[in-house]
T-cell receptor, first 112, second 112 residues
Framework: DTAVSQTPKYLVTQMGNDKSIKCEQN?????MYWYKQDSKKFLKIMFS???????INETVPNRFSPKSPDKAHLNLHINSLELGDSAVYFC???????????FGQGTRLTVV | QKEVEQNSGPLSVPEGAIASLNCTYS??????FFWYRQYSGKSPELIMS????GDKEDGRFTAQLNKASQYVSLLIRDSQPSDSATYLC????????????FGPGTSLSVIP
């Protein structure tokens, strides 16, 4: 059983489109995250979501919006995609915000 | 000073040698420290977590933490070619909220 799974694994889309990435965890964790890893491989946190409290990284454009239907799911919706949004997006989960995070396999987003 | 710093490498060691990976962080009150390994094209996977000053050993891996010096390291004994990967240091930071910040990673190459 995959602990943290995200779909799709690859996503190629045109500028201006809206797309969503789904994430599910079966670890019983209460905190989920979205990270962005750019071409320089730097992993930056975008959001954390804990007990319905959303913590937003202030540098994330408001075109990005996380949506959590329940504790096991945290989806990422992106409006009006731009070339600079091309990156690998990782979902992760943990018990609380200061413990080990477990990552999904990543979604490679390419905006053309 | 950047929040979490690592030598980008690449660090090359011969097979069987000890690989030493270093990380410094800026937040004096950080309490949680993690080492992740990321193979090319894969997601980060947790190797070790450490919360107290001193050494923590797990198999061939030893994490060392010195909070006074704001320094955490990872030693890999008897390095194997399969250890070739990027190693990410992650540290919790408390600004307006708790978050875990990743360093830029150190690329390790173990030469057979």
């Amino acid at each position: 059983d995959t602990a943290v799974s995200q779909t799709p694994k690859y996503l190629v889309t045109q500028m201006g489109n809206d797309k969503s990435i789904k994430c599910e965890q079966n670890l019983g964790h209460d905190t989920m995250y979205w990270y962005k890893q750019d071409s320089k491989k730097f992993l930056k946190i975008m959001f954390s979501y804990n007990n319905k409290e959303l913590i937003i990284n202030e540098t994330v454009p408001n075109r990005f919006s996380p949506k959590s239907p329940d504790k096991a799911h945290l989806n990422l919706h992106i409006n009006s995609l731009e070339l600079g949004d091309s990156a690998v997006y990782f979902c992760a989960s943990s018990h609380g915000e200061l413990t080990e995070a477990f990552f999904g396999q990543g979604t490679r987003l390419t905006v053309v | 000073q950047k929040e979490v710093e690592q030598n980008s490498g690449p660090l090359s060691v011969p097979e069987g040698a000890i690989a030493s990976l270093n990380c410094t962080y800026s937040d004096r009150v950080s309490q949680s420290f993690f080492w992740y390994r990321q193979y090319s094209g894969k997601s980060p996977e947790l190797i070790m977590s450490i919360y107290s000053n001193g050494d923590k050993e797990d198999g061939r891996f030893t994490a060392q933490l010195n909070k006074a010096s704001q320094y955490v390291s990872l030693l890999i004994r008897d390095s194997q070619p399969s250890d070739s990967a990027t190693y990410l240091c992650a540290v919790n930071m408390k600004t307006s909220y708790d978050k875990v910040i990743f360093g830029p990673g150190t690329s390790l190459s173990v030469i057979p």
